[in-house]
T-cell receptor, first 113, second 114 residues
Framework: DSGVTQTPKHLITATGQRVTLRCSPRSGDLSVYWYQQSLDQGLQFLIQYYNGEERAKGNILERFSAQQFPDLHSELNLSSLELGDSALYFC????????????FGQGTRLTVV | DAKTTQPNSMESNEEEPVHLPCNHSTISGTDYIHWYRQLPSQGPEYVIHGLTSNVNNRMASLAIAEDRKSSTLILHRATLRDAAVYYCILRPLSSGAGSYQLTFGKGTKLSVIP
């Protein structure tokens, strides 16, 4: 158990809909990262938050947004969903130091039909 | 970002040692070498990391070439549970934006034969 909790584990929704994925980081970790893993693209970094503020952006679509709340949990919002958004979404947390490891959750499997 | 090159796949017999290579010829002096693995249907899991010296932990050993242009992850006795995709990642010592996200490549898929 990595200590990072993601909910829900599975999500099936229709095209055009909006969903929210939730992540609770490991106790004490201030940094949260979101990744998308699809069959053809591998693990892609989406966005990072540190102590409530956005710190870095990767290949995140404009239809996607995220936030980190005062209790440090984070949510990834995906809107106007398309079939191609079907993927595994992982959250990771770390102390945000160069020499520490990142801990990943079990992921949310999103299926858009 | 400095890139890494890994074989797409490798096979090992159970209880034999496994050497997973990684080339990173454009590594900078401040890049740490990190290894993660992803078991089927799970999130990535930290394995080991190092800068210049060889490193050991309970999971594996990391051998780093003297010129740092390559490294090898060593699993001393492969078990069926070690079947996973192994990622070699360069992580900078410092980042102007203060971000330390991991950049994953395609990794090496390790199969363990009973």
């Amino acid at each position: 158990d990595s200590g990072v909790t993601q909910t829900p584990k599975h999500l099936i929704t229709a095209t055009g809909q909006r969903v929210t994925l939730r992540c609770s980081p490991r106790s004490g970790d201030l940094s949260v990262y979101w990744y998308q893993q699809s069959l053809d693209q591998g693990l892609q970094f989406l966005i990072q938050y540190y102590n409530g503020e956005e710190r870095a952006k990767g290949n995140i679509l404009e239809r996607f947004s995220a936030q980190q709340f005062p209790d440090l949990h984070s949510e990834l919002n995906l809107s106007s969903l398309e079939l191609g958004d079907s993927a595994l979404y992982f959250c990771a947390s770390s102390e945000d130091s160069w020499n520490t490891e990142a801990f990943f959750g079990q992921g949310t499997r999103l299926t858009v039909v | 970002d400095a890139k890494t090159t890994q074989p797409n796949s490798m096979e090992s017999n159970e209880e034999e040692p496994v050497h997973l290579p990684c080339n990173h010829s454009t590594i900078s002096g401040t890049d740490y070498i990190h290894w993660y693995r992803q078991l089927p249907s799970q999130g990535p899991e930290y394995v080991i990391h190092g800068l210049t010296s060889n490193v050991n932990n309970r999971m594996a050993s990391l051998a780093i070439a003297e010129d740092r242009k390559s490294s090898t992850l060593i699993l001393h006795r492969a078990t069926l549970r070690d079947a996973a995709v192994y990622y070699c990642i360069l992580r900078p010592l410092s980042s102007g934006a203060g971000s330390y996200q991991l950049t994953f490549g395609k990794g090496t898929k390790l199969s363990v034969i009973p």
